[in-house]
């Protein structure tokens, strides 16, 4: 990142991990929003925020993947801070045909003055932010999720979880989400037992970088265990997107489910989350899925609050 933060102007920085940001930065970013979620409050969505921060600035929306929710809440959050955003997809872009990375991140920088990128490969946002001179944002890779996080972590705040020593309970697949969950815990001091089948544990680095930060990382195949006494239960598709659909994916998948059993072994206030799209009867049942507990809309909508705070950090601009 060195070299990535050289070529942008001061007070600019690149969010591809929630590292890059750090706890201090984490923990403002959710106070912003906070606070601007509050201000506007019962206010139309399209009206902008009084102060008008990014105000001129034009954000570059980059998919080569689909997307509902980051690319309608980049949006909405570029309005309400008084920017702009185009959307480029990759099928109808040079993209698609094969135009390097190196050189879009260069055309783009020369034209936006940020850019979101969602992509497969995580080299390829790590190679965008070498060549932009502009701020890149993670909107999501095979690896990580940042973005989401950030919405996640206001969720709980917003239903009262502290974070410092919270036991967040994770079911299924260990994946792009998780990993970004999992960095969050060692830098906001917060626990996770994640229950995934054999050969769907998150990734190591993830995991030893938590656990060196002092966060307890607990793996284990048990999902009642990882259940048990939790504050916070999450889960997501079995199946990301890019992955093929395997039968013998689902069948080992299939006892992570997040039911009313689990729940019940949770605490009686405890949560449920889900980044969304869901694939309610898979990795969560209907009960849960619609049930008391699940706040996935309001996490759904913490994007637009949350992308808010992480363009605002990443121009320099966060209050
Ligand atoms: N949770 C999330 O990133 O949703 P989309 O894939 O719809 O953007
Ligand atoms: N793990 C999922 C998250 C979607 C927002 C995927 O990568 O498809």
Redesign the pocket.
């Known amino acids: 990142m060195t070299s990535q933060a050289s070529m942008l102007e001061a007070n600019q920085r690149h969010f591809i991990e929630l590292a890059n940001a750090g706890a201090d930065a984490l923990a403002a970013m959710i106070a912003d929003a906070i606070d601007r979620k509050q201000e506007r409050a019962n206010w139309p969505k399209g009206r902008g925020d009084a102060d008008a921060p990014l105000a001129g600035r034009v954000l570059a929306l980059v998919f080569e993947?689909s997307?509902t929710?980051?690319r309608v809440s980049f949006d909405i959050a570029m309005r309400q801070l008084g920017g702009t955003v185009l959307v480029l997809d990759a099928g109808s872009s040079q993209l698609g045909r094969g135009e390097s990375i190196a050189d879009t991140a260069r055309v783009l920088s020369r034209m936006v003055d940020a850019i979101m990128l969602r992509t497969d490969d995580h080299a390829k946002i790590e190679e965008t932010a070498r060549h932009a001179s502009v701020p890149v944002i993670n909107g999501?890779t095979?690896r990580s999720?940042p973005c989401?996080i950030v919405a996640d972590l206001l969720t709980m705040i917003e239903h009262g979880k502290a974070l410092p020593g919270l036991e967040v309970a994770w079911f299924g697949?260990g994946?792009?989400?998780l990993h970004s969950l999992i960095e969050a815990a060692g830098l906001m001091k917060f626990n996770i037992r994640a229950a995934t089948p054999s050969g769907f544990e998150p990734a190591h680095d993830y995991v030893e970088q938590a656990r060196a930060s002092g966060a307890a990382i607990t793996l284990l195949q048990d999902a009642e265990a990882a259940a048990r006494g939790a504050d916070v239960l999450i889960t997501?598709?079995w199946?990301?997107?890019?992955?093929t659909d395997a039968a013998d994916k689902r069948g080992a998948m299939a006892p992570y489910r997040v039911d009313e059993r689990l729940m019940d072994l949770a605490k009686k206030d405890a949560i449920f989350l889900h980044?969304?799209?869901a694939h309610v009867g898979d990795e969560v049942a209907e009960a849960v899925f619609e049930g008391p507990q699940s706040v996935v809309f309001d996490e759904a909508e913490n994007r637009i609050h949350a992308q808010k705070s992480i363009l605002l950090w990443a121009f320099g601009l966060l209050r």
Request: hydrophobic share 25%.
């Open positions: 993947k997307s929710r980051t999501l095979d999720h989401q697949d994946n792009n989400v997501d598709t199946i990301s997107m890019g992955q980044c969304l799209p």
